[in-house]
């Protein structure tokens, strides 16, 4: 996953490879405007999430399908030329009020979603497209959940909540206690989810399930290596999630040092997380490669006789 805060983030994601990208917005009254920065002291006023992403996004999706009436029509194209039907992660962080920022995002995302460029719920099944929206931090699940007919921003569900009870194998923790006042509840995952459990989520209203690595899992302090109950905690989490069709990420990894940060990385591939959340692209894109390598090999190795 690549952050906004570089030139050109979008491109620089497709250029890696890298399948999902992040944007933090914010809403400020009076201005319909979706602002886009890590802090408000980063926000500027040509940084925006239309001109940084919806219009960039557009322009591309719409050279990758260009065709007059004599061609067949044809569901859309992605962004990636060796994998155009790989769809591409947009992940909107909600960083104020939760309910009136998604009113904004639902319109300014408008141009693809007449394009059918939008990955959506038809009330019954998924249908992909070339960008899929996830809303993480305030996004309010319970507001977005409410379109069951043809739904088109899917949440960041609490992975913490998902995990497989140590005591049974097949019995999730469903304890959610969380207050339904939006102030307090702002925070990847629990924004308008009072009265639900873990059990709600699933590819119908969600897709990442999530959490802070640094404050679920814990750092590595132990010579720089993760605990048994560490590795069992992230054996859990990512098995509940993925046991209800959700891919995992995990947030705030240690970023120093970098053989600590590239342990973590390995780890968490090796347990099966699907994404990565990383500034260093080029390191990110050298850590998956080797770690496929050694997959390779350790097959082939499997196969000796």
Known sequence: MVYYWRDVPLFDA???GCTSVEADVW???DDNKLYVGHDTASLTPWRTFESLYVH????LLEMQNQHDASTPQREPRGLFEEDPSQTLILLVDFKTFGPDLLTQVKAQIEPLRSNDYLTYFNGTSLVYRPITVVGTGSAPFDIMAANTSRRDIFFDAPL??????SASEHQRSSIQDISSN?????????TGTAGFNSSTYGPANSFYASTSFTEDIGYPWWFGTLTNHQLDLIRRQI?????QGLQVRFWGTP?????VRNYIW??????GVDILNADDLDEVRDTLSEHQRVKELRGAASNVI
């Open 182 to 190: 939006y102030i307090q509840q702002r925070g990847q995952g629990h």
């Open 239 to 243: 098995r509940g999630a993925h046991e």
């Open 160 to 165: 913490e909540y998902m995990q497989i009870s």
């Open 27 to 29: 809403l400020f009254d």
């Open 14 to 16: 497709i250029k890696h």
């Open 255 to 259: 970023s120093r040092p970098k053989s």
């Open 56 to 59: 960039p996004i557009l322009k």
């Open 266 to 271: 390995s780890v968490l591939l090796d347990e």
